[in-house]
């Protein structure tokens, strides 16, 4: 069973990708103020815009409604990662330099990806401190986009050194400090290695899943550990000439065979957040089979995409010309996509890691 879009929206994408597919098409006017800055009190009090990704018709209700649209034998995929505490205040050894590091993904032991600020003053060499000497690091060198590959040194276990230096990562659209650093963190997080929340997961709690599995909907949990290249913007105004970061993905047996029984028997596969998208789609063949394993994917999702998993998504509403709403669009099209933000700015939805949700099927 495909994704199913409608032949308006698979003509607009064959029409996009012979453009070219021009980043302007994908922006729309966002108010400063709909930028979510704080999480409410209840994860699942956020209100959620339904799309029918056929027709383009929509409806607005509470995200813990979103039980009424789910169905016996369908499949919720959700990404289990969990965001470590990435962000290391410090300073360059002798100078006494301010600098900020934020963890990416490991690359090797205690070597380290890293985004840099400043970036001028960490040249390869470069000594930081953190943390009065409890955590030390060099510069190595630097690679792809400017980032850093650093090596850290410390006594004791790196993550528990970390937890006591670090601060969560957040988006640099939220200027308010978080007071509880559960909350930049799903309920069913579980493998730490995240620079960023997958943050459609964020409106779930425990009670709300309990209701959809009892409910007779099934749940697969997949691993992708988010970094920021999902984030980065697109500078390049031919959409098709941007290029994705790679990030780590794993899809166990056990969800693998969840995901395929559910496609066999005619359930449609959910996905919530675009990263649980961007893994099973990683993992897929044409068949739309999901294969147990993982490795590194850079898969980019934009309009012309044919979907060989996914049959609706919970996603969160994103930045203008950002590739999060290009891979919305490559499910919805573009056109319905922009009408629902359009909605969306209309009625005051809150935008972004802490704001509202859609769903699309």
């Not at 300073?91 to 330099?97: D, L, Q």
């Not at 994705?244 to 359930?267: L, R």
Request: proline share 4%; hydrophobic share 35%; charged share 25%.
């Amino acid at each position: 069973m495909g994704a199913g879009i409608s032949e308006k929206a698979q003509t607009e994408q064959t029409e996009s990708t012979q453009d070219g597919l021009r980043k302007k098409d994908f922006y729309f006017e966002l108010p400063q103020e709909l930028i979510a800055q704080d999480p409410l009190e209840e994860r699942s009090s956020s209100r959620l815009l339904v799309l029918d990704k056929h027709t383009g018709a929509m409806s607005h209700c509470v995200f813990r409604d979103v039980i009424s649209y789910l169905r016996p034998g369908d499949c919720l995929v959700l990404n289990n990662t969990k965001v470590i505490p990435a962000r290391l205040l410090g300073e360059r050894e002798g100078t006494g330099g301010r600098v900020e590091v934020l963890l990416l993904k490991r690359s090797a032991g205690d070597i380290w990806e890293t985004l840099v600020k400043p970036g001028k003053k960490c040249r390869p060499g470069t000594r930081l401190v953190f943390g009065n000497g409890l955590l030390k690091a060099q510069v190595l060198e630097t690679v792809e986009e400017g980032n850093r590959l650093i090596k850290f040194e410390y006594d004791g276990i790196f993550e528990e050194v970390l937890d006591t230096l670090g601060e969560m990562p957040l988006p640099p659209y939220i200027t308010h400090k978080l007071r509880d650093r559960n909350r930049y963190q799903t309920v069913y997080a579980k493998y730490e290695g995240s620079a960023a929340a997958p943050t459609a997961g964020l409106h779930f709690t425990k009670e709300l899943l309990k209701e959809i599995e009892a409910k007779g909907v099934r749940t697969a949990y997949v691993t992708l550990h988010v970094g920021l290249g999902t984030f980065r913007p697109v500078k390049e105004e031919n959409v098709l000439e941007h290029h994705m970061h790679s990030e780590y993905f794993q899809i166990s047996e056990e969800a693998a065979g969840v995901i395929n029984s559910t496609k066999a028997q005619g359930g449609r596969i959910i996905c919530v957040g675009t990263t649980s998208c961007r893994t099973v789609e990683s993992a897929s063949d044409d068949s739309g089979c999901v294969r147990p394993g993982s490795g590194d994917t850079d898969i980019f999702i934009y309009p012309g995409y044919r979907f060989n998993v996914l049959d609706g998504l919970i996603t969160n509403f994103h930045l203008p010309e950002s590739t999060l709403v290009m891979l919305v669009s490559a499910l919805a099209g573009r056109e319905n996509v922009l009408k629902a933000y359009e909605e969306a700015v209309r009625e005051q939805y809150r935008f972004f890691s802490f704001g509202d949700a859609m769903l699309i099927l």
